[in-house]
């Protein structure tokens, strides 16, 4: 099997399709290339003999070398004779943009594609697509995602891996946004090749992702048991994400069984993930704040949450959402309560959770998270900062950030409000400390963070 | 009983057409993966039902085996509370007469004879093949805990004893495996132990399609399949 490095490395890459004519995704591909890709680009059209600057080639075979990439972006009945002029130049990874194929339904479609598929397996290529929108990769330049009223997100470590086209656009353009930082994403279309699985696999090696994101309707056929052996291994490397869409089922299956009749897909896909180590989310919310939380979070190692406030209300609500979904928000331990009692003024609550009170400043809270970093019956700090009341400064954030890094524990923070709970929050994530408006929402991405630690200890032997 | 193995008993059944293995088949199956069923003695006459009973032990039950009888109480081809060797005769020799009258021109394989187990708690262990990730394995409490609240938990082939522990800890009425208004804990882990052999069963017969246990009757110590049924893939089924 070929490599998938040359999708997501190529030195150069060949666009089949290319075109000068605006609101073309030729045009919009090779637009992408020229921006980004420092390798070297050859456009290929017979109508042309340059292209925004750049020499245009009218056949594959006048390509003075054989392209590590070549990105298709032609009629789907042309896709068959590029494809084996591709495999004669000696190019052996393809993306096919091009629909036209087994998604139209259509006798003509399915042949055209089961003929690709064979001219693929002669020549030995692997082919991303076709009916995709292919690779956004941040660190290589190769973008293929040709949709133009977007923006592309910044350099990052988080990979997106897509059945979706159109979500995997849209989901970069809110990460850009939002400001969360990318590797790669792919979206394969038709999958005829590459698959989810080749792909984790991929990605499980690549030391620019650190989260492996995944839109998954289903599987291709007994690929199963491969793609729970690759996540478990991945898994151990770095936390895998998966939305399941999809889940009410197929009505059709033929009930052989009592058993088969309970099964319908999503229980099984529901068993597999938790076998390999997989986070599944419920919710487009639920997957962005876990994907922040795993970015910016160190393993959390208990179930001990302690909560720092300065509101009490907000307190008690994030002490049901984390009881809720299984945590300990433990009572403060004598020797802890006596230490915060001869720190605190007398109306402050040591208590967990610790209310600093509406009349606390960033001493306050310094002085609080230093003590509480440091021991080890706290797995996790949850800092309620209100920006609201008067005696805050804003001097604390960095040190949270801080003692963020040197507890080696995870540190969070909620706050709720405009401006100045905006202003607060991007400065803290900024540093790494995850911000969350919602008590519900925090517990429940941390949560899945305690679920990935716990996969992660009760495997490493 | 028979000694042939899972392999000798699943081609006779697809040479003789036949998609659903019959009582002692499937029993005889589930045994040689070590999953635990009643002790059973398929017989022919009211004869071999008396110098039998005494070995399989009281009370017995007395159910026909045909491949052509699926309600087999309809055809009074079954009998329970059988304690002893008279009445085992008694009872095999009016099924058989039974069956003849109502069901003329059945197969028949003979009647199979079998200890009835204990009351215990009840639970179901099913297996499948699933398309996407194969050999798959379900559990569940007996009842309306499936039957109504759909209350099962899932693990694919290859399954460990500690994915099949967690996998009966994870369905929402597990705290009822944990003994309830006096009824003692039951055994988890002879529960695991016949999940792991169920998912065995599976990966190393391509040509079963679907197993169910149910009822599995789990005790304070130790847990039997009661009921065994085995279903084959119809020839031409790709998968």
Not at chain 1, 415 to 429: A, D
Not at chain 2, 109 to 138: C, H, K, N, Q
Request: charged fraction near 25%; include cysteine; glycine fraction near 8%.
């Amino acid at each position: 099997m070929v490599s998938l490095s040359k999708f997501f490395n190529p030195q150069s890459v060949a666009i089949i399709g290319a075109t000068p004519k605006e609101g073309k995704v030729g045009r919009a591909i090779l637009e992408n290339f020229i921006a980004k890709f420092k390798g070297r680009i050859y456009p290929v059209n017979p109508n042309y003999d340059e292209i925004l600057g750049l020499k245009c080639y009218r056949k594959i075979r006048d390509i003075p070398e054989p392209p590590d990439l070549a990105v298709i972006a032609i009629p789907a009945p042309s896709v068959p004779e590029a494809l084996i002029e591709l495999g004669e130049k000696g190019n052996r990874a393809v993306v096919i943009i091009s629909g036209g194929f087994r998604e139209t339904g259509t006798k003509e479609g399915a042949e055209l594609e089961d003929r690709i598929v064979k001219i693929a397996r002669e020549y030995g290529m692997r082919i991303i697509g076709p009916n995709c929108i292919g690779i956004f990769d941040n660190w290589s330049g190769v973008d293929t995602f040709f949709t133009t009223k977007m923006r592309k997100p910044p350099k990052g470590h988080v990979a997106f891996i897509s059945q979706s086209g159109a979500f995997a656009t849209a989901l970069m353009d809110w990460m850009a946004y939002h400001g969360i930082g990318v590797s790669r994403a792919i979206s394969y279309g038709n999958k005829v090749d590459v698959d989810d699985v080749d792909l984790l696999e991929f990605l499980g090696d690549d030391d620019k992702t650190r989260v492996i994101l995944m839109y998954i309707e289903g599987l291709k056929p007994s690929r199963g048991r491969l793609f729970i052996e690759v996540a478990k291994k991945v898994s151990m490397k770095k936390p895998i994400v998966v939305y399941k869409a999809g889940k009410t089922g197929r009505g059709s299956r033929a009930a052989a069984s009592h058993t088969a009749a309970l099964a319908g897909d999503y229980s099984v896909y529901k068993a597999a993930f938790k076998q390999a180590g997989i986070i599944e989310v419920d919710s487009f919310d639920e997957m962005m704040d876990v994907v922040r939380v795993f970015l910016d979070q160190p393993l959390m190692k208990g179930d001990r949450v302690y909560i720092v406030t300065d509101a009490g209300g907000v307190g008690v609500m994030l002490t049901d959402a984390l009881t809720s979904v299984g945590f300990e928000v433990p009572l403060t331990p004598p020797d802890l309560r006596e230490k915060l009692r001869s720190m605190l003024p007398p109306h402050c609550i040591v208590d967990n959770p610790i209310d600093l009170t509406g009349d606390t400043d960033d001493e306050r809270y310094v002085r609080v998270l230093e003590v509480l970093s440091k021991r080890s019956d706290v797995d996790a700090i949850v800092v309620v900062a209100l920006p609201q009341v008067p005696g805050i400064k804003g001097v604390f954030v960095d040190y949270i950030a801080k003692i963020k890094e040197e507890s080696g524990k995870p540190v969070l923070a909620l706050t709720i409000g405009s401006e100045y709970s905006i202003e607060t929050s991007k400065k803290l994530q900024e540093r790494g400390v995850t911000v969350f408006e919602s008590p519900e929402r925090l517990a429940r991405a941390l949560k899945a963070l305690r679920t990935y630690s716990l996969y992660i200890s009760r495997h490493l032997k | 009983m028979t000694t042939m193995s899972p392999r000798e008993i699943i081609s006779r059944a697809i040479s003789e057409g036949r998609f659903k293995l019959l009582e002692h088949e499937a029993y005889s199956i589930a045994n040689y993966y070590g999953i635990p069923t009643p002790r059973a003695v398929l017989v022919k006459t009211p004869e071999e039902a008396r110098d039998y009973a005494d070995k399989v032990g009281y009370p017995l039950v007395a159910k026909i085996v045909s491949p052509d009888i699926t309600h087999k109480s309809d055809v009074g081809g079954v009998k329970l509370f059988i304690n002893s060797r008279e009445e085992a005769y008694n009872a095999v020799k009016e099924i058989l007469e039974n069956v003849s009258n109502r069901a003329p021109g059945a197969r028949i394989e003979g009647v199979i004879i079998y200890r009835m187990a204990p009351p215990g708690l009840e639970v179901i262990v099913g297996g499948i093949r699933d398309d996407v990730f194969g050999p798959t394995v379900m559990f569940g409490l007996g009842g309306i805990f499936v039957e109504v609240m759909r209350d099962v938990s899932f693990r694919i082939y290859p399954i460990t004893i500690e994915d099949a522990l967690e996998m009966i800890n994870e369905i929402r009425s597990s705290a009822i495996l944990n003994g309830y208004r006096g009824q003692p804990p039951v055994d988890k882990y002879a529960l695991a132990d016949i999940i792991v052999k169920t998912s065995k069963l599976l990966a190393e017969n391509e040509e079963i399609e679907a197993v169910d246990l149910n009822p599995v009757i789990a005790y304070q110590q130790g847990a039997i399949a009661v009921d065994v049924r085995v279903i084959l893939r119809h020839s031409g089924k790709q998968h």
